[in-house]
């Protein structure tokens, strides 16, 4: 089945154009008249159809990627992946595990890390960090759901590895799939989405400053929105 043989999309007159391109594939996509491995139109048709350019369109594609919705194959378009918000990319006990236990791991992790991050960072990963915080502000105000999303977790992969601890920051890393996952799904379950950016300036003040009681404040403050 060829998504071009149903209803067009309308023009996009409104709001930030990701956001109204995000909600207008979701509503197609699943509207319940599409299976897994449908194509949609080409992109020079999509961007027709919906009167958008094609940043903006790769832009919404990206987050439906990483979501787990959709999948783009060199040659062969971009196709439907999933009709459910599914995570396919993480280890086997993970992919299993159940989520409350997974965001009690993610908390023990998050406050050790900006604990020791502001015990032993250093002006170089208080660079990094500041490039990368910086990164994500810019990248969420335009509108660049998906480098928004690769800044933030790049941010937070800082401070970790600011803690110098090599067995903390791999465990870390095993994590950059379900954040990735969770921050996309967040992005297309709210309309206009919005980011308290603020939470991660002081968290990262907070490191800067030394203070691990603040820093953990805010680590913890930052799983609360996720």
Known sequence: MNIHN??????????KLV????????TKIFSGQYQVGDRLPTEPQLMKELGVGRSTLRE?????????????K???GTRIKSLSFTQDSFETRLQTADINHIYEAREMLDLQVAMLAAQRRTDEDLLKMKGHLDKRKKELEKGNYAEYIEADIQFHLSIAEASKNNVLMDLYQSFVPVLRHTLSQLILKTVDYKDNSTIHENLFTAILNGDTEQAKKYAGQNLELT
């Open 74 to 76: 060199q040659g062969k």
């Open 19 to 26: 956001d109204e391109v995000l909600e207008q594939l979701q």
């Open 6 to 15: 149903k209803q067009s999309f309308s023009k996009v007159p409104r709001r």
């Open 60 to 72: 919404a594609v990206k987050i439906l990627v990483h979501a787990n919705v959709l999948e783009v």
